[in-house]
């Protein structure tokens, strides 16, 4: 396994336009996040999925951005209508919670992110 | 103000120098991350700690949690310790459903 894959790395795109991210985790880790980070920023957290349920979402996430994790695997995140608001790096990341989970359940492994650039 | 709060934003060292960050949280928490961001690159965990000092090579991590401090401390840092500097909390959120809060990060540059 080559750790968390995210794609495409870079996306340029024209404001009004819908874009697609894609997160593939770490096989056998079970819980999935999506953060958004800006620049000069720490990331912040959007969305994050156990298997295939989405357990919560960011009030940072508004109408236009849905994401889904179908199968429980790899995981999707559109945006739609985007803005130049929206321009931002997309970092996915996996982890493995076993059980009823503790402290340093949370040890994530991140992607590489993929690069938003909304003109 | 933000739950976590990490100084210096910017460091500057000459290689070699000792080097702290530090972070600042004012949230109950169960356990505290320190995170590695290379330009354009992803993030690497370095350490997860909820008590006490962890050490891995040239890297040292402490946490006072009756304080609500973390420090990272670098030894004879090198050029290629540059890099952002991640601070992340983890709590406890709607019950087993644990999500990190991240600080800003701290840029470091390590000059030969």
């Known amino acids: 396994d080559t750790g968390v894959s995210q794609d495409p790395r870079h996306k340029i795109t024209k404001r009004g336009q819908n874009v697609t991210f894609r997160c593939d985790p770490i096989s056998e880790h079970n819980r999935l996040y999506w953060y958004r980070q800006t620049l000069g920023q720490g990331p912040e957290f959007l969305t994050y999925?156990?298997?295939?349920?989405?357990?919560?979402k960011s009030r940072l996430l508004s109408d236009r951005f849905s994401a889904e994790r179908p199968k429980g695997s790899f995981s999707t995140l559109e945006i739609q209508r985007t803005e130049q608001g929206d321009s931002a790096m997309y970092l996915c990341a996996s982890s493995l919670a076993m059980g009823v989970v503790g402290p340093g359940a949370n040890v994530l492994t991140f992607g590489a992110g993929s690069r938003l650039t909304v003109l | 103000k933000n739950e976590v709060e990490q100084s210096p934003q910017n460091l500057t060292a000459q290689e070699g120098e000792f080097i702290t960050i530090n972070c600042s949280y004012s949230?109950?928490?169960?356990?505290l991350h320190w995170l590695q961001q290379h330009p354009g690159g992803g993030i690497v965990s370095l350490f997860m700690l909820s008590s006490g000092k962890k050490k891995h090579g040239r890297l040292i991590a402490t946490i006072n949690i009756q304080e609500k401090h973390s420090s990272l401390h670098i030894t004879a840092s090198h050029p290629r310790d540059s890099a952002v500097y991640i601070c992340a909390v983890e709590r406890v959120s709607g019950g087993s459903n644990y999500k990190l809060t991240f600080g800003k990060g701290t840029l470091l540059t390590v000059n030969p």
């Open positions: 999925f156990q298997n295939e349920a989405q357990l919560e």
């Open positions: 949230v109950g928490i169960s356990a």
